[in-house]
């Protein structure tokens, strides 16, 4: 077989296991919206047996032999050609998925698809205990996982390396020690500030039609495509991509609170920006495929906080939200609206959490993470030491185990290692803003024009047109000709809180 007829045949093979992997999303997305309660059982056998299916595909000995043809005769020349790139990470890919056991991924599946049911119920009866066995089922066999990918390495450098690759936890806790003083005392200045923000307009009546509708055109607004996508309805808000021209956004609403729809919706409409900036035609290859959860958490924080907490932004949709909200927004001024969205305090619910206490949030998970993952702290322990911390960081201590430690669907997924990408996006996105204000000769006017296009235009070139190209540090240095550095989300929390408080 030439070289040509081997790389097609090798992405052919990579795109088969794909087609399998999306038909398993397609089944979690239902799960997760429309699902009765009793088809669970069944649910999870199915997606655990395409989960061992994709594993089978995806370890497939020819794949194995195709590569090892292409390494032994690479094309001189650019090694960030798109053939260059799809035969590096699927080596990557291929070498993880073949130290894996069929047995342990399907147990995975299996496990983190019932665990995932018992934790909403957990969740729902405010019971952690009813929890406990599933979450240490899960840990044990996360646990595996890392073990057999890399005996040597410590586990959770290994799982955060799965979804962060080459930054190590020494780097994410540089990342915390950076940010850690300066966001405490951020807060506790704003604590004791004169001014307060007037968060109780947020807390007035917002129907759910309404705010869906005022949703969906913000989102189609800054460019989500929603002939290639679609807004529903869930318990935890996510984005999940089914196919080139598929990607699917999920909110929950309250009709007594605007922002959790509201900023959830520009949130997860930038992951699916991201996910829309993909070519298609790589689609299923991991040049078509994002570099990392650290840059899509930059991508989706981009458009929510930077964008979509900006003064600029209320200017031009304001006037609209008092349209739609009229009972609720009758007599308030775009001054008090844009203070009261950008409030700061301390609260139990990280996904609702203002910009400033967020990475405390995230802090307090990373912390115990590595506790459980070590082993040093006992799963039944969970919630009386994530009370203390919220103590200890916040000054606050939830009163029920569902706004503590049971608000997050990560664990009951085996999403070990995932939560400091939440930091790292933060960080990354008021690098990316800097950046693009630089370059476009300031974002604050375009905003505030509704000329979204060239700030997606500047993302799409930047950032998501690379796929995995580049590592995610890498990508960053080339966006923004920086390296991974906390000063600009410092700097931009500082300034537009000092302003909005007269600190
Ligand atoms: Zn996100």
């Excluded at 990579?14 to 059982?41: G, K, N, Y």
């Excluded at 609403?253 to 922002?259: G, P, V």
């Excluded at 024009?449 to 070139?461: C, I, K, N, V």
């Excluded at 930047?462 to 995995?468: A, L, M, T, V």
Aim: contains cysteine; proline residues 5%; hydrophobic residues 35%.
């Amino acid at each position: 077989m030439n070289r040509m007829d081997a790389y097609a045949a090798l992405l052919s093979l990579w795109r088969e296991a794909h087609l399998i992997a999306s038909s398993a999303a397609t089944l979690e997305w239902e799960q997760q919206t429309t699902l009765p309660t009793r088809a669970s059982e069944y649910r999870a056998q199915q997606i655990a047996y395409l989960a061992g299916l994709h594993h089978e595909k995806s370890t497939d000995p020819r794949v194995g032999d195709l590569l090892h043809q292409l390494e032994s005769s690479p094309v001189e020349g650019d090694p960030l050609s798109v053939e260059a790139v799809n035969v590096r990470e699927i080596r990557r890919a291929y070498d993880r998925q073949t130290k894996l056991s069929k047995s342990l991924v399907e147990a995975l599946a299996q496990t983190c698809s019932l665990a995932q049911h018992e934790w909403a119920r957990a969740r729902q009866e405010r019971d952690f205990a009813h929890f406990q066995p599933w979450l240490s089922k899960v840990i044990e066999l996360t646990k595996s996982k890392a073990i057999a990918l890399d005996p040597q390495a410590p586990a959770y450098d290994t799982l955060l390396d799965e979804y962060e690759r080459g930054t190590t936890t020494s780097q994410v806790e540089e990342v915390f020690t950076a940010l850690r003083e300066p966001l405490v005392r951020l807060v506790q200045q704003i604590g004791q500030a004169k001014r307060s923000a007037p968060t109780e307009i947020l807390h007035r009546s917002y129907p759910n039609d309404r705010q869906q509708i005022f949703g969906e055109m913000a989102a189609a607004e800054i460019g989500f495509d929603f002939d290639r996508g679609r807004l529903d309805t869930t318990t935890h808000p996510f984005c999940t991509t089914l196919g080139p021209h598929d990607c699917r956004i999920l909110t929950r609403y309250n009709a007594h609170y605007f922002n959790e729809s509201f900023f959830g919706i520009l949130h997860e409409a930038g992951h699916g920006l991201y996910e829309q900036g993909l070519q298609p035609e790589h689609f299923g290859t991991p040049m078509g495929e994002a570099v990392s959860l650290g840059i899509h958490e930059s991508q989706s924080r981009f458009w929510e906080n930077q964008v979509g907490r900006s003064r600029p932004f209320w200017n031009r949709f304001f006037p609209r939200a008092r349209g739609v909200f009229r009972e609720a927004l009758r007599s308030v001024s775009v001054d008090d609206f844009h203070f009261a969205v950008n409030g700061v305090a301390p609260s139990f619910i990280r996904v609702e959490a203002d910009e400033a206490t967020y990475n405390l949030h995230v802090m307090i998970r990373f912390e115990l993470e590595q506790a459980i993952v070590s082993g040093d702290l006992p799963i039944a322990d969970i919630p009386r030491v994530w009370n203390e911390k919220y103590r200890d960081y916040l000054g606050i201590t939830p009163s029920n185990d569902a706004e503590g430690c049971l608000q997050d669907v990560h664990w009951s997924a085996g999403l070990i290692g995932y939560f400091p990408t939440y930091t790292l996006g933060n960080v990354y996105s008021a690098q990316i803003s800097q950046a693009a204000d630089r370059d476009l000769g300031g974002i604050d006017g375009l905003i505030e024009r509704g000329e979204f296009r060239s700030l997606l235009d500047w993302l799409r070139d930047r950032i998501h047109r690379h796929g995995k190209r580049y590592s995610p540090r890498e990508l960053v240095r080339q966006a923004t000709g920086q390296d991974l550095s906390p000063a600009p989300l410092l700097q931009s929390l500082r300034e537009k809180l000092s302003s909005l408080y007269g600190l």
